[in-house]
């Protein structure tokens, strides 16, 4: 049985005159919302999904449309794939919430998208380690990867936590593809005394998100197609710094100005991996060609907080 609430405790907003009070009543309806924070997003909702209904004058048909879409969103966000996020993130939405919430100078290191694959659950590794762990193919590039941490101010950062993930040159992260040992291309590594930190890996090569569901789709409507510029994750952290959320880019990659979910938020974040062949790699098994990668990490004041994973990997 439910329970009538009092009259005097009923919030009469009304009934529309014209079809254009709705939106206004609705505000109306809402603004006894206690949470201020949660009133406002709210309000501004009700107030940009209304306008778009009537800009676009969404017919029934297109409204049917829209509500399967958002279904077919949480059906598709199961296990190791959230299609929520890639979807956030092929709209720019993800990007643009990222933009409005850097709290970085100009003069730092750009921050960059999480991404759907970030598990948190990576070992951490003694500097050095390869985290290429799948058996070496022939046309792997060896990539040695050297950093330093350092505050705004440039004094190095110890004992900072650098966490780096990445997909294979097939384009697939480890938790996509079974065949691939756990933790393949990913791994946790800690600063020196003096900021620095370095680790070993494969070149990544580009890739298409996945297309399976509903982003496929929009995609295919839109004739975008499907690629990431290729690219290493990172987080930075350090106690009392603002972890730093980044991603990395060759910036010869075909797709750097078309990446598909806008994640080359800044062209600093597209730099050089030179190649070498001289013979002289940091590792001796390593007798071909081989890339390097110099990176220098700064963080702001602030918490540190290592994000949550978005899959349930
Ligand atoms: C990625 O970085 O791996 C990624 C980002 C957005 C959508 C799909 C994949
Ligand atoms: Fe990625």
Redesign the pocket.
Request: aromatic share 8%; net charge neutral.
């Given at each position: 049985m439910f329970e009538l609430p009092k009259k005097e405790d009923i919030f009469n907003h009304g009934i529309p005159s014209t079809p254009d009070d709705i939106t206004e009543i609705v505000i109306k309806a809402m603004g006894q919302t206690g949470n201020p924070r949660l009133r406002e997003i709210l309000t501004a909702l009700v107030k940009h999904l209304h306008a778009f209904g009537r800009e676009v004058k969404l017919n029934d048909e297109e409204f049917t449309q829209a509500l399967d879409a958002v279904t077919r969103l949480g059906h598709l966000s199961v296990g190791k794939h959230n299609e929520t996020v890639?979807m956030s993130?092929a709209l720019g939405f993800s990007t643009l919430v990222m933009i409005l919430n850097q709290n970085r100078d100009a003069d730092q290191m750009s921050p960059a998208?999480l991404?759907?694959?970030y598990t948190r659950k990576d070992p951490e590794y003694p500097n050095g380690f390869n985290i290429a762990r799948d058996t070496p193919k022939e046309s792997d590039i060896p990539l040695f990867v050297r950093g330093r941490v350092q505050d705004k101010h440039g004094k190095p950062l110890a004992n900072a936590l650098v966490e780096v993930w990445h997909?294979s040159p097939e384009g697939l992260y480890d938790n996509q593809d079974e065949t691939m040992p756990a933790n393949n291309l990913r791994g946790k590594f800690r600063t020196d005394g003096d900021g620095q930190f370095h680790f070993r890996t494969i070149r990544p090569a580009s890739y298409p998100?996945p297309t399976h569901g509903l982003v496929g789709d929009m995609l295919r409507a839109q004739g975008r197609h499907p690629f990431?510029a290729a690219?290493l994750?990172f987080t930075v952290s350090a106690d009392d710094h603002a972890t730093l959320v980044t991603q990395i880019f060759p910036q010869d990659d075909l797709f750097v100005e078309s990446d598909c979910?806008f994640?080359v938020t800044s062209a600093d974040l597209a730099i050089d991996f030179p190649m070498h062949d001289d013979g002289k790699a940091p590792d001796d098994d390593v007798t071909g060609a081989y890339c390097t990668l110099d990176l220098t990490f700064d963080l702001s004041p602030g918490e540190s907080r290592l994000p949550q994973s978005p899959i349930n990997a």
């Open positions: 890639v993130d998208l991404g759907p694959f997909a998100i990431r690219h994750h979910v994640g």
